[in-house]
């Protein structure tokens, strides 16, 4: 979590004072009855309910907010991921039986119905997840100023936008999440068809027969799918591709600590062009009687080697700038 910019906390003070004046006492109950109209607990807030239940009130209650875009037309395909885990984590709360006296709403902020708010708070990078803390009662906080979720691929996850919430809170707030049978139904498939074809190949064939080569292909696959960053996929479960606002696609995460899933595939066909260029110059090229033959072979691999290699240092130069190293391409 990270503490609100005073800029940002001043011009939603300001915001409070100049458009609702104080509230009314009701406020709770003013948010968990919009809160209970919608199916997953999350209460949909314009700019007078934000500012008046939210913002300019001393509170016995806590809110969680996310202020996103979920109209078509804005094609914000982080915000349609962040609504589905806030979703997610506010069913589990609004089912939860033990929530030890404690009163947090979540609830959603649109452009379309603040977009005033956005443009005199120049929010412009959405979506983001706000927390309005208590500040009165036997839960409130010691500072309750507003603060931010940092939004990372572990906390935009259900589970880990829970868990965050929880070591905010001070108690576990579990997230409810539908089974997906269709998912169950397809892993069982897939584990039966790969069993079954296990199966034909003890059968059918002899291993020992397949030779050395294939089991040197099999293990440069497996060698190449672990230098790419399969594991870290696996263990953080980051989203396949990044997407500006505007829509456009963004296959390489610009830092460092973060990756999206394509990632993982680009780099590994890089890692395997350049492993065959350079098979292919030390045991096949060398073959080729044709001496021009032999020369335009070779020239054409080391210049795919060098081209290919070029291409991963820029990738790791876009995503760590102090990378010391680099060749062709910047």
């Not at 809160?35 to 314009?46: F, S, T, V, W, Y």
């Not at 379309?112 to 412009?124: C, P, R, V, W």
């Not at 500040?135 to 691929?153: D, I, Q, T, V, W």
Request: glycine share 4%; aromatic share 10%.
């Amino acid at each position: 979590m990270m503490q609100l910019s005073f800029r940002l906390l001043l011009a939603l003070v300001v915001l409070a004072v100049a458009l609702v004046g104080t509230g009314n006492g009701q406020s709770l109950q003013a948010l968990q009855k919009k809160a209970n109209k919608d199916k997953d607990g999350l209460a949909r807030l314009d700019i007078n309910l934000f500012m008046k239940h939210v913002v300019s009130e001393t509170k016995d209650y806590s809110v969680v907010v996310q202020l996103t875009a979920l109209s078509p037309k804005y094609k914000c395909g982080p915000c349609k991921s962040i609504d589905a885990s806030l979703r997610a984590v506010s069913r589990g709360w609004k089912d939860q039986a033990n929530k030890n006296g404690r009163d947090i709403v979540f609830a959603s902020l649109d452009v379309e119905d603040g977009e005033e708010l956005f443009q005199q708070m120049k929010i412009d990078n959405i979506p983001r997840v706000m927390i309005f803390p208590a500040s009165k009662g036997p839960h409130a906080f010691a500072n309750p100023s507003p603060r931010e979720m940092s939004l990372s691929p572990r906390t935009s996850s259900v589970s880990g936008m829970a868990s965050k919430l929880s070591e905010l809170f001070g108690i576990e707030i579990k997230a409810h999440v539908p089974v997906d049978y269709a998912r169950y139904l397809m892993n069982a498939a897939s584990a039966a068809a790969a069993l079954y074809a296990l199966y034909l190949v003890y059968k059918h064939i002899n291993l020992r027969t397949l030779g050395r080569n294939v089991w040197a292909i099999a293990s440069i696959l497996f060698v190449l799918l672990m230098t790419s960053g399969f594991m870290w996929n696996r263990i953080n479960s980051p989203p396949y591709m990044g997407q500006t606002r505007s829509g456009d696609v963004i296959l390489f995460a610009p830092v460092n600590n973060q990756q999206y899933g394509v990632e993982t595939q680009i780099v590994a066909v890089s890692y395997a062009v350049c492993a065959m260029c350079v098979v292919a110059l030390v045991r096949h090229v060398p073959k080729i009687q044709n001496t021009d033959q032999r020369n335009f072979v070779t020239f054409m691999f080391v210049v795919a080697l060098i081209m290919t290699f070029s291409y991963l240092n820029s990738v790791f130069r876009m995503k760590m700038p102090a990378y010391p190293f680099r060749m062709l391409l910047l």
